[in-house]
């Protein structure tokens, strides 16, 4: 997973990422291509510099040189370029790295000392790679806190060879809608292209599928963009997903319309890995819990009818 600092600087320059506004978790520790001197010294500049003026200089030079990427070389991390600043930085992954939380986006939760605890939370080209998308923008969601950023950078089209997904418009529209939060960017670049006819893929004409072409022409490169969102949590919510029906042919079934209708109510931190921890109970100790509220049922019901029959014996 790469970036290069025009993401960072652009959080810095809207106000986003600040001195105050200084703990950021990387969906994935990015590495850093092409960096450029003056881009290093505006980042560092307007964040808060933390080493002497010597070492900065020498740590310029070093990043600067590895941010081009080479045979047998480590590529430049970003928590390289943070640690010469005020920024509190984590990342989450599946493989090792420096300042790198071990979770599985497909399966785990965020640990409790991440929940609600970001200013800013990066996805920079990772959540493509993953198939479980619910957990992935889920984990997002409970890791910012109320009044902080998530700034997504993802495929919006091509990519024909890279990842699982590409996102819509939509998609960020409908998602932010549902969980209130503000949309403060939103837009696209150019990611280069696709060149079918060298991926393998068949393709058919366009009047019909029964017709196979043996290559394409005209249409053979298909443009790569980059869709690039910025969205401020308002709220302390769990995280809600969007129901998107522009094509039904019929209103929704009412049973399924109202899991999209909950009323909201806002919910701590606290409350919030309360609920996780619930959810992730083993089936043994769900037995136990449930065996537990069923016997203090059966006792309050039993001692209510006690009470009653008592009761009736008295007032005769």
């Not at 480590?74 to 992954?93: A, K, P, V």
């Not at 959810?279 to 019901?301: E, G, S």
Request: proline share 4%.
């Amino acid at each position: 997973m790469a970036m290069n600092l025009d993401g960072p600087l652009y959080l810095q320059r809207k106000g986003l990422l600040t001195p105050e506004r200084n703990k950021m978790l990387d969906i994935g520790p990015q590495n850093v291509y092409f960096a450029r001197d003056e881009q290093i010294r505006e980042f560092v500049a307007s964040q808060g510099q933390t080493i002497s003026d010597a070492k900065l200089e020498k740590e310029i030079q070093r990043l600067v040189y590895f941010s081009t990427p080479r045979p047998e070389e480590r590529t430049t991390l970003f928590s390289e370029i943070t640690d010469l600043t005020n920024i509190e930085y984590n990342s989450i992954d599946v493989c090792p790295g420096l300042k790198t939380e071990i979770l599985d986006l497909n399966f785990d939760k965020l640990p409790k000392y991440m929940v609600s605890r970001y200013d800013v939370v990066l996805n920079f080209g990772t959540t493509e790679h993953i198939f479980n998308q619910w957990n992935c923008f889920k984990v997002m969601h409970d890791a910012t806190k109320v009044g902080g950023v998530i700034y997504h950078q993802l495929p919006a089209s091509g990519y024909l060879d890279h990842g699982y997904y590409c996102y819509t418009p939509l998609f960020f529209r409908e998602m932010a809608e549902a969980n209130g939060y503000e949309i403060l960017d939103l837009f696209v670049t150019p990611a280069g292209e696709s060149k079918i006819d060298q991926l393998e893929i068949q393709t058919r004409t366009g009047s019909s599928i029964l017709d196979r072409l043996d290559h394409l022409s005209q249409d053979n490169r298909i443009p790569a963009l980059n869709i690039h969102v910025i969205l401020r949590k308002t709220r302390s919510s769990g995280f809600r997903c969007a129901l998107e029906i522009a094509t039904a042919h019929s209103a929704v079934n009412e049973a399924m319309a109202s899991r999209y209708k909950g009323q909201e109510t806002a919910m701590t931190s606290a409350e919030l890995t309360t609920q996780e921890e619930v959810r992730d109970l083993t089936p043994l100790q769900k037995f136990f819990v449930k065996t537990t509220i069923v016997t203090v049922a059966a006792m309050i019901i039993l001692f209510s009818a006690s009470y009653l029959v008592e009761s009736l014996i008295g007032s005769r």
